[in-house]
């Protein structure tokens, strides 16, 4: 072998060397990669369960409650028979979509609600099995209207609020996902750029010799993340608006617009507006007081062209309260309870009174009714459902959800406290802390 052979043999072991100690020096980097990849695959997974969650929760809130009540309603007066209707059907898919909501969800709250939903479907079984029954039988029909008005209405409300607050709670945990998602990126960002330095600087050293290599720090799907929860924040926003107010406001601006009634259409439309986008609100659970009251009349304005004859009301509240933050939805719900609970069960209708109050620690906000009133016994009932837990399914679900979001933002000493005498009224005073930030 000659001198020049053997310099070439042994430049090509030492290159082989080089490239050996390259691989060496590259594994642990090449391992980090695949581990990284592999996590953020899985995070995506997970995610994609949660918002398939939200999403196939917000369709089951949106679509069941009407076509239940419809279905139960045309069973009672005679448009289809106890053979042709498909409420067991209804019961039997509801029940399908709650049982696969059990596995998307992780947190032991929102399975407690999953077990509310299906302890009101097998009430909703056991109505439907009575109305059947009753069917059989004559002078049976006014039993039916009071089973489907006090019964069959009231849980499917209760199982729209609960698969509702099932979204909220679980695009909560979507959220906290995605900021531990974005701190994983950026451990796994600097991480890389460490290991990519770490390299470089050791092949330099192994070779004596070598380009400076520059490496771009790996990309995540980031924005189709965000893009997807922006969807299910969407949804969940979506899912907050009753469709029955929104198919009978939509009635009504038909029947003005029919009548040529243009005025009327012009402020209905307007109002319904102002209603969906102070709904809305660009995804912001605190607000002012003056666009929650602003949400009231709009809700307010729409309802008094439906029942001009019955509802008249007043929005009294002073100039000084309108600058403090309020949970959204908190005096739209109490206002609604109001009408629906004591102003429609009154014959000749009445008045919705809104008034604030300052005091040198708090604020208040008042919605009192002439309307109906309550008993004693079912005063307290509603007191105790409010401030022990999760009311059943004869107790007005409003009144909690506005206490508890309350309470859950600004503690126990906050919240609501109702007032009511039999065919009097009923007043209810919602109690916030001085906050304007």
Known sequence: MSIGEGKQKQRSRLAT???????????????????????????????????????????FSLQFKEDFDEETYLLIVGNITPEKTVLSEELSKARQVVQGLKGYTN????????????????????????????????????????????????????????????????????????????????????????????????????????????????????????????????????????????????DAIIWSAEAGNQKQVVNMVGNLSDFFRLSLNKGKEIVFVREELQHVRSYLEIQKIRYQDILHFDI??????????????????????????????????????????????????????????MSQDRLREIRKAIQEGLPDQNVVYGLYNVNERIRLNYGEGYGIHIESIPEQGTRVVIRLPKTQS
């Open 107 to 250: 947190t032991e709250d929102n399975q407690k609600r999953l077990q509310y939903a299906e302890k009101y479907l097998n009430n909703l079984e056991t109505y439907v099995d009575r109305i059947k029954e009753n069917l059989g039988s004559e002078n049976k029909y006014e039993d039916n209207m009071l089973i489907w008005e006090n019964d069959v209405q009231i849980v499917t409300s209760l199982l729209q609020e609960t698969i509702n607050e099932y979204i909220y709670y679980e695009n909560k945990q979507i959220q906290i996902t995605q900021a531990e998602n974005n701190d994983l990126f950026v451990d796994i960002v600097e991480i890389s750029i460490a290991l990519l330095a770490f390299s470089v600087v050791s092949m330099i050293v192994v070779s004596y010799i070598g380009p400076i290599w520059i490496t771009r720090p790996i990309e995540e799907q980031v924005k189709e993340e965000q893009k997807q929860l922006r969807k299910a924040e969407f949804d969940l926003l979506q899912s907050q608006i009753n469709p029955h107010f929104l198919y009978n406001t939509l």
């Open 316 to 373: 009294q509240v002073p100039e000084s309260i309108l600058g403090y933050r309020i949970p959204k939805l908190s005096v739209q719900p109490v206002v609604e309870n109001a009408l629906y609970h004591g102003i429609k069960n009154k014959r000749g209708g009445g008045k919705i009174i809104v008034t604030g109050e300052e005091k040198e620690d708090f604020y208040s906000i008042t919605v009192e009714d002439d309307g109906k009133g």
């Open 17 to 59: 060397q080089i490239r050996f100690s390259y691989i060496i020096l590259l594994l642990p980097s090449l391992i980090f990669i695949a581990f990284a990849f592999y996590n953020l695959w899985h995070i995506n997974e997970r995610n994609n369960e949660m918002i398939s969650s939200v999403v196939a929760a917000s369709e």
